[in-house]
């Protein structure tokens, strides 16, 4: 079946860059079927999509708009993962951050979860 | 975009009592190409991500037990618990998947009366 492993750091420093991993097991980040997500959920803001990758002949991506100008997802073929990378993170980024598969897309399989804190 | 608005934020029901959340889309999310309403249902309980319950607005998710049913279509839809157990006391999300922009509701919370 299919597994997310999330890895990063939980606390990032106000301006920096939030770095986090996925790493799939069981699917290909190269699947022509499916999409790779990054969700995050936060009190203020509930659930909020961020942005997806997705491979169809070639790769594509979307963003949120309310991070677009900040945020880039990645696919790593040689380690079958794929990450998320938001630059000039505010206190407002506080919060939970998954990583989730898409079919069509509803959301069919979650990473665990990573608590992320913004704070100096 | 489209918003998603589920009512009501919170419910309380008697165990084996049936219960309804409801969702409303600010635009159709319905497909006449391939004649489905592109709305899914999670459930989230403390600590864990949100579960698929339901996608394409009324086909239950693998392993999900029957007890949980969704309908409607277009702008509304609705997620029946015909009959709650202790086990389905959570939170509960619609979410769109129509537009190249997902988006969620803001979440039912379910408890025990």
């Known amino acids: 079946q299919v597994q997310l492993q999330q890895s990063g750091p939980g606390l990032v420093k106000p301006s920096q860059t939030l770095s986090l991993t996925c790493a799939i097991s069981?699917?290909?980040?190269?699947?022509?079927?499916?999409?790779w997500n990054w969700i995050r959920q936060s009190p203020s803001r509930g659930l909020e999509w961020l942005g997806r990758?997705?491979?169809?002949?070639?790769?594509?991506?979307d963003y949120a708009v309310s991070v677009k100008s900040r945020i880039t997802i990645n696919p790593d073929t040689s380690k079958n993962q794929f990450s998320l990378q938001l630059n000039s993170v505010t206190p407002d980024d506080t919060a939970v951050y998954y990583c989730?598969?898409?079919?069509?897309?509803?959301?069919?399989?979650w990473g665990q979860g990573t608590m992320l804190t913004v704070s100096s | 975009d489209i918003v998603m608005t589920q009512s009501p934020d919170s419910l309380a029901v008697s165990l084996g009592e049936r219960a309804t959340i409801n969702c409303k889309s600010s635009?159709?999310?319905?497909?006449?190409?391939?004649?489905?309403?592109?709305l899914a249902w999670y459930q989230q309980k403390p600590g864990q991500p949100p579960k698929l319950l339901i996608y394409?607005?009324?086909i239950r998710e693998s392993g999900v037990p029957d007890r949980f049913s969704g309908s409607g279509s277009g702008t509304d839809f609705t997620l029946t618990i015909s009959s709650l157990q202790a086990e389905d006391v959570a939170v509960y999300y619609c979410?769109?998947?129509?537009?190249?922009?997902?988006?969620f509701g803001q979440g039912t919370r379910v408890e025990i009366k």
């Open positions: 394409w607005a009324s």
């Open positions: 990758t997705y491979y169809r002949s070639k790769w594509y991506n």
């Open positions: 069981g699917d290909s980040v190269s699947s022509n079927s499916v999409a």
């Open positions: 989730a598969r898409g079919i069509n897309t509803a959301f069919d399989n």
């Open positions: 979410q769109q998947f129509y537009s190249i922009l997902p988006a």
């Open positions: 635009q159709s999310v319905f497909s006449s190409s391939i004649n489905k309403s592109s």
